[in-house]
């Protein structure tokens, strides 16, 4: 059974930064792309950033310069290297990942909470 194990969250000053990790575990099949998403309290989830197996990456507007995503497809682990982080950043984030059959599996989601 394919699980995400996602960890680093974690409350942060605003300006602060974390590093998020997110590890497939359940096959060794190569993931066609991993990426991260957000839901604040009464939003819809959105789309942080995404990574392909090629390395092609994705950002929303709102943290492009500031939140950098990489993968170790060895490893199906994903990062998420969050600076400059802001108080409008708070939000669960959830991990993603999607095969290569086109199957996507989710996380359970990691709190991020920037006090201003």
């Known amino acids: 059974q394919v699980q995400l194990l996602e960890s680093g969250g974690g409350l942060v000053q605003a300006g602060g930064s974390l590093k998020l990790s997110c590890a497939v575990s359940?096959?060794?099949?190569?993931?066609?792309?991993m990426g991260w998403y957000r839901q604040a309290p009464g939003n819809q989830r959105e789309l942080v950033a995404t990574?392909?197996?090629?390395?092609?990456?994705t950002y929303a507007d709102s943290v492009k310069g500031r939140f950098t995503i990489s993968m170790d497809n060895a490893k199906n682990t994903v990062y998420l290297q969050m600076n400059s982080l802001k108080p409008e950043d708070t939000a669960v984030y959830y991990c993603q990942c999607v095969t290569t059959y086109y199957v996507t599996y989710w996380g359970q989601g990691t709190q991020v909470t920037v006090s201003s």
């Open positions: 990574v392909s197996r090629g390395s092609t990456t």
């Open positions: 359940g096959t060794t099949s190569r993931m066609n792309s």
